[in-house]
């Protein structure tokens, strides 16, 4: 049964880096043609697209966190990552992984959704 | 960037009731929209995707329909464990974009 699990300090203090990863379990990375990616929800608010990465390493990133943003894959690990550098209170959220499945309808073979989630992580931006 | 629009914010019924919410898109999306499910410390759950496909798993009281810019998601029939907030996100174009929830709580 496939199954993602964050793991990451919880608390980052502000300027600092924000680093995360995701365990892959009951698939292989490197044997899936789906991708990888990241969600964030603030307090209060709602849920944020932030990227997804391939196996091979190719990125989709969202614009507004791209500047700051690396996200990278581990094959032998079977894990993937996240870094967000120059962190504020502002990204403070509940953090979640998952993974990026492509469906076929209406004659077409492009839709994408998060199919699997990871439970989520809070991180905490303070001082 | 898509704005994903849910009405409405939250809404409470009772188990039996048949629960509508909507979301409407900033511009056409075709039926690229997708439902999930979300439930305290527990994973996020898809329920359909490109509109009005069920995802496999997920019981025949969901349903989903629309195309271009307007969306439905129904429950026929609340049950107990339908209790939750429920998002759509648009896979149109990234960067891709959720609604801001609909809780259903109890009446």
């Known amino acids: 049964q496939l199954q993602l699990q964050e793991s990451g300090p919880g608390l980052v203090k502000p300027s600092e880096t924000l680093s995360l990863s995701c365990s892959v379990s009951?698939?292989?990375?490197?044997?899936?043609?789906?991708?990888w990616g990241w969600i964030r929800q603030p307090p209060g608010k709602g849920l944020e697209w932030i990227g997804s990465?391939?196996?091979?390493?190719?990125?989709y990133q969202s614009p507004s966190l791209k500047s700051r943003l690396t996200i990278s894959v581990d094959t032998p690990k079977n894990q993937f990552s996240l870094k967000l550098s120059s962190v504020t209170a502002a990204d403070t959220a509940v953090y979640y992984c998952?993974?990026?499945?492509?469906?076929?309808?209406?004659?077409?073979?492009?839709?994408?959704?998060?199919?699997?989630w990871g439970q989520g992580t809070m991180v905490t931006v303070s001082s | 960037d898509i704005q994903m629009t849910q009405s409405p914010s939250s809404l409470s019924a009772s188990v039996g009731d048949r629960v509508t919410i909507t979301c409407r898109a900033s511009?056409?999306?075709?039926?690229?929209l997708n439902w999930y499910q979300r439930k305290p410390g527990i994973a996020p759950k898809l329920l359909i995707y490109?509109?009005?496909n069920l995802q496999s798993g997920v019981p025949s009281r969901f349903s989903g329909s629309g195309s271009g810019t307007d969306f439905t998601l129904i429950i026929s029939s609340l049950q107990p464990e339908d209790f939750a907030i429920y998002y759509c996100?648009?896979?149109?174009?990234?960067?891709?974009?959720f609604g801001h929830g609909t809780k259903v709580d109890v009446k």
């Open positions: 998952a993974r990026r499945t492509r469906y076929c309808s209406s004659n077409r073979c492009d839709h994408d959704a998060f199919d699997i």
């Open positions: 009951g698939v292989s990375i490197s044997s899936s043609s789906d991708y």
């Open positions: 990465i391939s196996y091979s390493g190719r990125t």
């Open positions: 511009q056409s999306i075709s039926n690229d």
């Open positions: 490109a509109a009005s």
């Open positions: 996100q648009q896979s149109y174009i990234t960067p891709w974009t």
